[in-house]
């Protein structure tokens, strides 16, 4: 069964991977200018907050959740068959943010998913940087010579993928939350925690201060991270380096986040899950101002393992602290709520304010911004005690 749920974080990884790096240079290849990429995918993102807490409802209270993440995966690859094709902007604008709405809940979700099986979240999630390497890695050489439309079919092979992954496991999973069985349909019934309404488990879940604040707190940090995926390529080439470069520098990159995201529960261990998510939250800090400087391609490359020791913690631990921080019970409303604001809402800034600055002062504006965005999460994070365990925290 483990190798079932690794095989679900790669492939649906690697779609990511393919895509994200390098959906900024195909839009570029046809035709669209800084503003209207960042328009682009920060329409998207827009879309991914209403898609998050929309299917975040869904899933909390599905019978069958398993159906709903294959549904979710192969729904994103058909609209991405379309959105291939499409080359005015109204189109291109329409259909990306159809894709994001399928695709979007589906990491979350998984995440969910995952923790509600038992099962080991830092090690499976590991394989979703293996995936999201791998992604990298085949698009940014294959493309120099096939073209960049080879992002789509990756992006669509890896989530059929995903889908035939989930199936396997619905196949072979005991249903261990199900604890009785409706003998006239034969349809499993669902517990208490899986009927509860999405409304009132939003409202338990913005009444705990603590997790509102840790939750803004990766509002100044996930967007960067997620942002960064479009705009290093530009900050690569500004550098010297080539579109089969910028495939080598984020397999490096993505690829550094393995072994931390294995170290990172030993790293918990040791220093406390708090001190450890303040460590990898000032590492991007000085990652970002580093790369405003204007970097030539090499040493870009030469500092790739600072992205493993931020992303590679990040995350696993701010999932798994807004998962601990959360009222029993919904654990997935939760996490859907951290990747709502922490990650898509903070991408939609990110990336709309990094289209504009791309245009008016080149890549290193926009990393400039970027370490400067950070900066305001450590310090908020410092502010709130967010550091410190609390004997109320029901962490490791």
Partial sequence: ??????????????????????????????????????TITATGTAVAIIASTFWGGVYSRCERKQVLLMMLCLSAAAVCAVFSQATLY??????????????????????AFTMESSQTFGGLRAWG?????????????????????????????????????IYLIRRNQKQKRYVQTNTETQKPICSRECRQKPQKGYRMIWKNQKLRRLILCAFFMGGTNVANNTYFSFLYIEGGGTVAGVGIAMLLMVGSEVPFMAWCEK???????????????????????????GLPWWLLIALFFSQGAVNGILLIEFVRYAALLAPKGNESLAISSYYIIGSNLSTICCQ???????????????????????????LLYWKFRLYRRSAGDKTR
């Fill in 1 to 38: 069964m483990y190798g079932k749920y690794a095989a679900l974080y790669h492939f649906s990884y690697l779609s990511l991977g393919a895509l994200t790096p390098m959906i900024g240079q195909y839009l570029k290849s046809i035709g669209f200018s800084g503003t209207q990429i960042g």
């Fill in 90 to 111: 109204a189109f291109v604008l329409m259909l990306f943010g159809m894709m994001y709405f399928f695709q979007a809940p589906i990491m979350s979700l998984t995440d």
């Fill in 129 to 165: 940087a293996v995936g999201f390497a791998a992604g990298v890695f085949l698009t940014g050489i294959l493309s120099e010579y096939l073209g960049l439309k080879l992002i789509f079919i990756f992006y669509i092979g890896g989530f059929i993928m995903a889908a035939l992954m």
């Fill in 267 to 293: 790293l918990s261990r040791r220093f406390t899950l708090q001190k450890t998510i303040l460590a990898a939250m000032t590492i991007s800090v000085v990652r970002f101002l580093l790369y405003a400087a």
């Fill in 352 to 378: 709309l304010a990094g289209g504009v600055l791309l245009d008016a002062f080149g890549a290193t504006g926009v990393y400039l911004f970027f370490g400067l965005f950070n900066l305001c999460g450590v």
